[in-house]
DNA sequence: AAAAATACACAAAAAATTTATGACGGGTCT
DNA sequence: AGACCCGTCATAAATTTTTTGTGTATTTTT
């Protein structure tokens, strides 16, 4: 969720409605004093603040937000007029992030707010997850957890958990499985992916059923309905 | 410390007094052989990038250490003439944290190299030390802590030590430990990392067991889970 | 509806792979 | 020379993976 403080509505429309089509959750806000209540309410992400408002100055309310402990270290960048160098010094220096100068580039904004959240919140290595149902994979972690629960799964265990979590609801016959995790070409019988779906739904407990078995074809995970 | 590569020497000469003179620590380069040798033999703080330079583009540097664990987090701002909207975006969607267009003003880049460690470092609280469970690193110091007592550690099972723990939680195959500590063209067995992690597993006691072997895929330091 | 056939689940042993360990020799610095 | 760091190897230990056999559920045939 992203909240920007702004007062003229047309700016304000227009970045929120931006930032909406770039896939953010986005809202505006008029004054300073909704702004704050909404902050009690849900705190953002993320701040797009106007350097110049009618009642109190932005470079004020960044001052109030840096000085509360909910707020200190909320991600915000300034959007303003007032584009001489010391007017951003005066901003970055109070504690804004970023500072950009209107008039900007909508393109360039968005650049900078992903640029400031993957700072921000770590964009991989954290953020990185796969889910489905109780189910929870950090593939750079490689750690899996089941129901809060971690679990511990040897390589190839993990493997099929992780194909069949990246192409939910999809069904994969035992050919395919070999030929994509064990790089196997031949098309011998075998029951070795059998054995490695039991392992991995026993030690997933519960979360085992999301394997379902498609008889006759082979096997997926959930149905595509569930998240 | 901070590096510079910038091909031309008027700017870099300029800009690291200017850093110099606000109390940084700074080293230009000329070319980017030259800086990755010096990223080798430590790592900076922060990185300013020269967009446009004779050999290498300054995109290509900044996607080469984006996708090297070690300077995958390394905070970034790029410098560049180029000063259009799409310019901007390219070089943050690449990964940099900032993007600033020449000329600049010599404060407006203080207060936004500030900004960015204040954001990547959190008023300075990581560069000095790092910790995990009874581990403690002083990366200035280059000592190392378990438990409290004092490890004398060897270049090599330090650099490794420091890499897991600078990136907790994250797994690493012993390739990519290879190619990041032991150098690109390193050819040889990558059991030699097993052995250092032995020996250091070894001197750091009880704590050596926050290294965790990931089998069939590499080691990683903690489980994220523990502070 | 009963019988037969098929496909899968389950269990445990056997085989294979991966990692830990101990030891050695070359190299460097003091 | 002595101490130490580094990379390699052989072997032991640990864990994973595959194979194999048996039981159970589901579908097909009669």
Not at 106 to 111: A, H, V
């Amino acid at each position: 969720m992203i909240y920007m403080l702004e007062d003229e509505e047309g700016i304000r429309n227009f970045v929120i409605y931006a930032l909406k089509s770039s896939g953010f959750e986005a809202e505006g806000f008029e004054t300073p004093p909704a702004l704050y209540e909404a902050i009690e309410e849900e705190l953002p992400e993320l701040l797009l603040l106007d350097r110049m408002l009618p009642e109190e100055d932005g470079l004020e309310v960044l001052k109030k937000l840096r000085s509360a402990p909910g707020t200190r270290k909320l991600p915000v960048i300034m959007l303003t007029a007032k584009g001489t160098e010391l007017d951003k010094v005066e901003g970055l220096d109070n504690g804004a992030d970023d500072y950009i100068a209107k008039p900007f580039g909508t393109m360039e904004l968005i650049s900078r707010i992903k640029a400031l959240l993957r700072r921000t919140y770590g964009s991989s290595a954290d953020t990185e997850k796969l889910s489905l149902g109780g189910i929870t994979v950090y593939p750079s972690k490689h750690e899996v957890f089941a129901d809060g629960e971690k679990v511990n799964l040897t390589l190839k265990e993990y493997d099929l958990l992780l194909m069949l979590m990246r192409n939910r609801g999809q069904v994969f016959s035992r050919d395919s499985l070999l030929r994509e995790i064990w790089g196997y070409d031949f098309a011998g019988e075998s029951r070795t992916v059998d054995v490695h779906v039991r392992t991995l739904r026993q030690k997933l407990g519960d979360c085992g059923e999301l394997i379902e078995t498609i008889r006759g074809v082979g096997y997926k995970a959930g149905d595509g309905s569930i998240d």
